[in-house]
């Protein structure tokens, strides 16, 4: 709800970040206040293109500006190993180690009926498609999927239910090593480890 | 196994606490509601991370006025001397091990080892299923720390199967997913839960006799009241516990003949969410047919072979909590049980009482006075 302070309503809208607390969000708020007001409208501005212009990639649902994200427009990538992972962070986790030359496919989450996230709720449907090449796809066929989704529950739950989807259409299907801890996030873990854990998948 | 130093801040009405326990025996001392059981409670803690008492909050663990609870101990194993310390805040707990914080509880489980024994635990066989899962549970966790990332993740993958189950939608291949997964998990607890009473039986059979009289048989038994257990099923139950690939197929094959009624209720029926002990004396029920001396006999028994059985398997001593157990015991178990205390080579424990003559401890004691959150030794 917007009050009529313009300071409580700029310390309530940036207390929704995630990881910022109340005491944060003041902090920060008195800090734009501070600033020259060159700094208000590059900073207003950069949120709004961000929304505006950012959307998902129409082959890997990465974010992009354009049709087609930087990596799926990179003819250089191996298109035919996609590499599954839960979201854009954890995507650039994986490209951080600078050792994948494969594709993506971003799914947006993981499965949780408890949340009522279900399969459609994901981009598995998109991932599908790019099983099968149509017109409008890329021409060589897709060999092998690597499932890099968390080793939590809900990330094990997701990588079993692709394999159930991938295995009929004859693609090859792997996991990610276990090196990640379990519980522990992609983004979170460091590339040497990360990088191993790519290299040493196995065939689920 | 030894706490060798208490810190708590701002636990409960504990504010300030400052400790340094007898390697041996503790004795608590105070009138009720001065603090006594929050003190156990506290070591409890920063054993599990998580109270004792069912279904607690984090905001309760604080004291009054405060932000945050800070509960620290050094404790010493096998040679090594960690300092664990755990914050109590309204929005979560956060875990230390010698000053780094602990991402995986899995790999702070297994650093105090504690069995507790209060009042509660004398109707473990007169409450529900609920409260004999909980005892194997916890005395498997102890010996075996990953044990409690197991049922959680088990708890995890069940709520999301009953939330399937109660859903509109019907997708087989995520079904097949989650029966995949709840059979994979439920098998290792099965598998842990009866490997638990194989080697517990005994001990168990062995303290009743040596406590209460040595003519009496007693049993012990792992229950499953599914429909698959009993047709189809060939064997006993304590044959599965090397066998996983029969236990995967008790569950598959239970999943199977419960397909109708969990479509019905909404929830998982079978598994070891529903599981139960059986106890009996002379081939009678306990909880049905023992006089109250047998009963409480039985419980005490339990609870030493509890003890006994992780000394004697895994060759260390966990600290005990006991809860002002003396005033639910007799005259007769109580001296039973100290005997059993004073009995052990090593080993520490707390007790709390409001009367000390109740323990039936002289050698090896230091005595606190707990009143109004302050902890005094005297
Ligand atoms: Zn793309």
């Given at each position: 709800?917007?009050?009529?302070?313009?300071?409580?309503?700029?310390?309530?809208?940036?207390?929704?970040?995630?990881?910022?607390?109340?005491?944060?969000?003041?902090?920060?708020?008195?800090?734009?206040?501070?600033?020259?007001?060159?700094?208000?409208?590059?900073?207003?501005?950069?949120?709004?293109?961000?929304?505006?212009?950012?959307?998902?990639?129409?082959?890997?649902?990465?974010?992009?500006?354009?049709?087609?994200?930087?990596?799926?427009?990179?003819?250089?990538?191996?298109?035919?190993?996609?590499?599954?992972?839960?979201?854009?962070?954890?995507?650039?986790?994986?490209?951080?180690?600078?050792?994948?030359?494969?594709?993506?496919?971003?799914?947006?989450?993981?499965?949780?009926?408890?949340?009522?996230?279900?399969?459609?709720?994901?981009?598995?449907?998109?991932?599908?498609?790019?099983?099968?090449?149509?017109?409008?796809?890329?021409?060589?066929?897709?060999?092998?999927?690597?499932?890099?989704?968390?080793?939590?529950?809900?990330?094990?739950?997701?990588?079993?239910?692709?394999?159930?989807?991938?295995?009929?259409?004859?693609?090859?299907?792997?996991?990610?090593?276990?090196?990640?801890?379990?519980?522990?996030?992609?983004?979170?873990?460091?590339?040497?480890?990360?990088?191993?854990?790519?290299?040493?998948?196995?065939?689920? | 196994?030894?706490?060798?130093?208490?810190?708590?801040?701002?636990?409960?009405?504990?504010?300030?606490?400052?400790?340094?326990?007898?390697?041996?025996?503790?004795?608590?001392?105070?009138?009720?509601?001065?603090?006594?059981?929050?003190?156990?409670?506290?070591?409890?803690?920063?054993?599990?991370?998580?109270?004792?008492?069912?279904?607690?909050?984090?905001?309760?663990?604080?004291?009054?006025?405060?932000?945050?609870?800070?509960?620290?101990?050094?404790?010493?194993?096998?040679?090594?001397?960690?300092?664990?310390?755990?914050?109590?805040?309204?929005?979560?707990?956060?875990?230390?091990?010698?000053?780094?914080?602990?991402?995986?509880?899995?790999?702070?489980?297994?650093?105090?080892?504690?069995?507790?024994?209060?009042?509660?635990?004398?109707?473990?066989?007169?409450?529900?299923?609920?409260?004999?899962?909980?005892?194997?549970?916890?005395?498997?966790?102890?010996?075996?720390?990953?044990?409690?990332?197991?049922?959680?993740?088990?708890?995890?993958?069940?709520?999301?199967?009953?939330?399937?189950?109660?859903?509109?939608?019907?997708?087989?291949?995520?079904?097949?997913?989650?029966?995949?997964?709840?059979i994979?998990?439920a098998a290792s607890m099965l598998q842990r839960r009866l490997d638990f009473i194989h080697?517990?039986?005994?001990?168990?059979?062995?303290?009743?006799?040596?406590?209460?009289?040595?003519?009496?048989?007693?049993?012990?038994a792992y229950e499953m009241?599914?429909?698959s257990t009993?047709?189809?099923h060939d064997g006993s139950l304590d044959e599965l516990r090397e066998d996983r690939v029969g236990v995967e197929r008790l569950l598959q094959r239970g999943?199977?003949?419960?397909?109708?009624?969990?479509?019905?209720?909404?929830?998982?029926?079978?598994?070891p969410?529903?599981d139960?002990?059986?106890?009996?004396?002379?081939?009678?029920?306990?909880?049905?047919?023992?006089?109250?001396?047998?009963?409480?006999?039985?419980?005490?028994?339990?609870?030493?072979?509890?003890?006994?059985?992780?000394?004697?398997?895994?060759?260390?001593?966990?600290?005990?909590?006991?809860?002002?157990?003396?005033?639910?015991?007799?005259?007769?178990?109580?001296?039973?049980?100290?005997?059993?205390?004073?009995?052990?080579?090593?080993?520490?424990?707390?007790?709390?009482?409001?009367?000390?003559?109740?323990?039936?401890?002289?050698?090896?004691?230091?005595?606190?006075?707990?009143?109004?959150?302050?902890?005094?030794?005297?």
């Amino acid at each position: 709800m917007k009050t009529r302070d313009p300071i409580t309503n700029l310390i309530n809208a940036l207390s929704k970040f995630p990881g910022i607390g109340e005491r944060t969000a003041t902090r920060l708020a008195f800090f734009v206040l501070k600033e020259p007001v060159e700094f208000a409208n590059e900073l207003a501005s950069a949120l709004i293109e961000v929304k505006e212009k950012v959307g998902l990639c129409q082959r890997c649902c990465n974010l992009t500006e354009g049709d087609l994200c930087a990596i799926c427009r990179d003819t250089r990538r191996d298109p035919t190993t996609i590499c599954v992972v839960e979201s854009t962070p954890d995507l650039r986790a994986i490209e951080g180690t600078g050792d994948f030359r494969g594709t993506y496919h971003v799914l947006h989450g993981v499965i949780s009926p408890l949340e009522g996230v279900g399969p459609d709720d994901l981009h598995v449907r998109e991932l599908l498609d790019r099983m099968r090449p149509g017109p409008d796809q890329q021409a060589t066929p897709v060999t092998e999927v690597i499932v890099a989704t968390s080793p939590s529950v809900d990330g094990e739950a997701t990588a079993l239910y692709l394999l159930r989807l991938l295995r009929p259409l004859g693609v090859r299907v792997s996991r990610i090593a276990s090196g990640v801890p379990i519980g522990g996030e992609l983004e979170y873990t460091d590339r040497v480890t990360l990088s191993r854990a790519i290299a040493q998948r196995r065939d689920m | 196994m030894l706490l060798e130093a208490l810190h708590l801040h701002h636990f409960r009405n504990l504010s300030k606490v400052r400790v340094e326990p007898h390697q041996r025996f503790n004795i608590l001392a105070g009138d009720n509601g001065q603090g006594k059981t929050n003190f156990l409670e506290a070591i409890y803690l920063l054993s599990a991370v998580k109270s004792f008492r069912p279904s607690t909050n984090n905001a309760s663990l604080i004291g009054f006025g405060h932000e945050q609870a800070v509960l620290e101990a050094k404790v010493e194993r096998g040679g090594y001397e960690r300092v664990v310390r755990v914050d109590v805040s309204e929005r979560g707990k956060r875990v230390f091990l010698n000053e780094n914080p602990v991402r995986n509880l899995s790999d702070f489980f297994g650093t105090v080892n504690v069995v507790t024994f209060g009042p509660e635990d004398i109707y473990i066989l007169k409450g529900g299923p609920s409260e004999r899962r909980r005892f194997v549970d916890r005395a498997i966790f102890n010996a075996h720390p990953a044990y409690a990332t197991e049922a959680m993740n088990f708890e995890e993958i069940l709520k999301h199967r009953n939330a399937l189950l109660k859903g509109d939608g019907y997708d087989a291949n995520l079904f097949a997913v989650y029966d995949e997964q709840f059979i994979d998990y439920a098998a290792s607890m099965l598998q842990r839960r009866l490997d638990f009473i194989h080697h517990f039986r005994p001990v168990l059979e062995r303290t009743f006799r040596a406590i209460f009289d040595p003519d009496f048989e007693t049993e012990i038994a792992y229950e499953m009241k599914w429909p698959s257990t009993s047709p189809g099923h060939d064997g006993s139950l304590d044959e599965l516990r090397e066998d996983r690939v029969g236990v995967e197929r008790l569950l598959q094959r239970g999943l199977e003949q419960s397909m109708r009624e969990e479509r019905q209720r909404g929830f998982t029926v079978i598994g070891p969410h529903r599981d139960d002990l059986s106890t009996t004396l002379n081939g009678r029920d306990v909880k049905t047919f023992a006089s109250q001396g047998q009963h409480r006999a039985f419980v005490l028994a339990m609870k030493i072979a509890e003890i006994t059985y992780l000394e004697e398997r895994y060759h260390f001593a966990p600290i005990l909590l006991l809860d002002d157990v003396s005033s639910e015991l007799d005259r007769e178990r109580n001296r039973h049980l100290f005997d059993f205390l004073r009995g052990r080579e090593q080993g520490q424990v707390f007790i709390t009482t409001t009367h000390r003559d109740y323990i039936l401890l002289e050698d090896d004691v230091s005595v606190y006075r707990v009143q109004a959150g302050e902890v005094c030794p005297c």
